[in-house]
């Protein structure tokens, strides 16, 4: 998008570049897995630290460990009902690896590894698998009446069923793509107001009242960019569960 | 019509149905207001939902920005 010769690099940010010197070349780890690394260290640390005191009356630490244990032990227990436990550990890894990873990514400098489409959809075909194989475990072939909805007339089936099928296999695309995106357009947006203030700051005086507009502009977008990372984290992980209430019950 | 401008027009288009997804935030938190309206107290039950319609409508509006940056940057 060239505006008078200057180009805004609106997706330079997401270029995958290896770190570490040759050792991180030759495996090809790139600043996207250092990422990965750092918010999985982060999540285990909160949980080793925070666990550690034992204390009846809980320090500031712990406290923020037992928060997030209990909000994800409600989400599971309130969508999925009682066999939800079961499946704590893997919402709790879920949101908060994602969770971490995008707040990680405001950071200035860092890099956000939820704006790879490679990562979210990885991450969402395993909840897709994981559904899938609960459900065909838990009903066996009576999980395939799961696509034909019950109460309509029959003439409408060979219509409903195909519909059913491909609403279930979107999932998988709508998952992933939901947090890919988020992730991706809001910091397309942090860098093309940042491109807006370095050009109107170099176009002369005259505009430096709209540079400052984009400043302010850029920083209120960093603070949705923060509701956003919680927001799309707590979408990803209760849609799991919704998914995995659907895989219990079937229906 | 050079392929680059054909682009920046189907971009451009691409993005039409983001008014969409503007009339579904809308409704969403004009629904949560007249609900809050008339009963206060159930503020803690319905707040949690208005925001995962809200992030969900969003993700809506994204899948057409989305498209839109493939169709310029792709």
């Given at each position: 998008m060239a505006a008078e010769g200057h180009a805004?690099?609106?997706?330079?940010?997401f270029q995958l570049h290896t770190v570490g010197s040759f050792i991180g070349a030759s495996v090809n780890f790139t600043q996207a897995n250092l990422m990965m690394v750092l918010s999985a260290g982060v999540v285990l640390a909160l949980l080793h630290y925070g666990a550690?005191?034992?204390?009846?009356?809980?320090g500031r630490l712990q406290a923020l460990a037992e928060l997030s244990y209990n909000f994800i032990h409600d989400m599971c227990t309130d969508q999925v009902g009682e066999e939800g436990k079961r499946f704590f550990p893997l919402v709790f890894a879920l949101f908060f690896f994602i969770l971490v990873g995008n707040l990680i990514g405001v950071?200035?400098?860092?890099?956000?590894?939820?704006?790879?489409i490679a990562t979210t959809f990885a991450l969402a075909l395993l909840v897709m698998v994981l559904t899938t194989v609960v459900a065909l475990r838990l009903h066996?072939?009576?999980?395939?009446?799961?696509f034909v909805p019950s109460?309509?007339?029959?003439?409408?089936l060979p219509l409903l069923v195909p519909i059913e099928i491909l609403s279930y296999l979107s999932r998988l695309v709508s998952l992933s793509v939901r947090l890919f995106a988020n992730m991706m357009a809001g910091h397309v947006m942090l860098e093309v107001f940042g491109a807006f203030i370095v050009m109107l700051g170099a176009a002369?005086?005259?505009f430096w009242g709209p540079a400052a507009l984009c400043l302010a502009t850029d920083v209120a977008l960093i603070g949705f960019e923060f509701l956003v990372a919680v927001l799309q984290a707590y979408v990803f992980a209760v849609l799991t569960c919704i998914y995995l209430h659907d895989a219990v019950h079937l229906h | 019509m050079d392929l680059a401008s054909a682009k920046e027009i189907g971009a451009g288009l691409a993005v039409i149905g983001l008014a969409g997804a503007g009339v579904g935030i809308g409704n969403i938190f004009a629904a949560l207001v007249s609900g809050l309206a008339r009963n206060p107290s159930a503020r803690e039950n319905v707040f949690g939902l208005a925001i995962l319609g809200f992030a969900l409508t969003e993700a809506v509006a994204l899948y057409g920005l989305v498209i839109a940056f493939i169709i310029l940057f792709v």
């Open positions: 805004i690099d609106a997706l330079g940010q550690r005191p034992r204390a009846v009356i809980p950071w200035p400098y860092a890099f956000t590894f939820t704006s790879h066996g072939w009576k999980f395939f009446s799961y109460g309509v007339p029959k003439l409408l002369g005086a005259l | -």
